[in-house]
């Protein structure tokens, strides 16, 4: 059993990375308003070219790497009043909110590694000022999708397994 703890400590941890990894992208989208709001002011005319462009991607992959983090700090929105009040059921509702989650986040996740390959393929270009491969800001959107399909899996095989989630928010509403 101590082998199957260090992955559950590894997927962990991974879904922490994922969550850093956003807030690293959300102090970017800062950098970017804050730098184009001084080269404003200061009236250089020195502007960040595609400098909202940026930011949207940033925000993108903010939004999609974050996604596991959040399901397992449980800020994710869940029907907990209809859960409760499942009683000695609520399991194996449970098993399949997760089940349907994790085949939902499998499906996103195999179209946007898919879309993203594609975009590599065919040199897709932004439209923008900045031109850049739409690959790249792809690949955030890709790897938060694939974080969240694991982190479903993880739940429901945790919940087989050790008959309860990682979610951790749980621990405050259970009566």
Same mark, same amino acid.
Request: charged fraction near 15%; proline fraction near 2%; include cysteine.
């Given at each position: ?14 879904? @922490?990375?994922?969550?850093?990894? !956003? ?10 308003? @804050? @730098? *184009?709001?001084? +080269? ?41 009043? $209809? ?19 994790? !085949? +939902?986040?499998?499906?996103? !996740? ?23 491969? $739409?690959?790249?800001? *792809? ?9 969240? +399909? ?5 739940? $429901? ?11 951790? !928010?749980?621990? $405050?509403? *259970?009566?």
């Amino acid at each position: 059993m101590t082998g199957y703890r260090r992955v559950l400590r590894f997927l962990d941890g991974l879904y @922490v990375a994922g969550g850093v990894l !956003a807030a690293l992208f959300l102090i970017a989208i800062l950098v970017l308003i @804050v @730098v *184009q709001m001084v +080269a404003r002011w200061t009236g250089t005319g020195q502007y960040v070219s595609g400098a909202p462009n940026y930011a949207g991607y940033c925000m993108a992959a903010a939004s999609f790497l974050a996604f596991a983090h959040a399901l397992n700090r449980g800020s994710h929105i869940r029907v907990s009043l $209809l859960l409760n009040a499942m009683g000695k059921h609520r399991r194996w509702l449970e098993i399949w909110c997760f089940a349907v989650g994790a !085949a +939902a986040a499998t499906y996103l !996740a195999w179209y946007a590694v898919k879309a993203t390959m594609w975009s590599k393929k065919f040199n897709d270009i932004s439209q923008g000022q900045d031109a850049t491969p $739409l690959w790249i800001p *792809q690949l955030g959107m890709s790897i938060g999708a694939i974080l969240l +399909a694991i982190c479903f899996w993880d739940n $429901l095989v945790r919940l087989f397994v050790l008959k309860k989630h990682a979610i951790e !928010a749980e621990k $405050l509403r *259970q009566h």
